[in-house]
């Protein structure tokens, strides 16, 4: 896979090119130059996995053959074995619903950060 810059004006690179670069020669961000796509059955398969084994499943096509399998499994480990929330980043709904449509409900989450900050988000 290649990452290619926001602004277009930047060369397409590679994972390591463009995790080392950070933003693009054009100030713009590195992106995909595609979406992976997951089959259903691989996403319900990842329910119930540890956090930094789930990292590693959705990490894995982004980062190809740019990092050995061994690696990036020991660098998610590193990363996210850390946390005291078995969750490492649980959701937890703030309070009643705030909106209701046709197919869904929307209520407020907070992300629990228990290492860092806490922010606000949109789930159905």
């Known amino acids: 896979m290649r990452y290619i810059s926001t602004r277009g004006e930047a ?6 090119e463009a995790m080392l670069a950070g ?4 100030g713009g961000l590195y992106v995909p130059d595609s ?15 540890p956090y930094s084994e789930l990292a590693l499943e959705i990490l894995r096509p982004f980062v190809g053959n740019s ?8 660098m ?18 703030a309070g009643a619903t705030v909106l209701r449509e046709p197919d869904a409900d929307i209520s407020w989450h907070v992300l629990a950060a228990p290492e860092g900050n806490e922010f606000c988000a949109f789930t159905r």
């Open 11 to 16: 060369p397409p690179l590679s994972f390591v």
């Open 23 to 26: 933003l693009a020669r054009d």
């Open 35 to 49: 979406c992976p796509v997951l089959a259903p059955e691989r996403i319900a398969g990842m329910a119930g996995m």
């Open 67 to 74: 990092i050995p399998e061994a690696d990036l499994a020991r």
């Open 76 to 93: 998610t480990s590193e990363a996210y074995g850390v946390f005291r929330h078995p969750a490492v980043a649980p959701l937890v709904q």
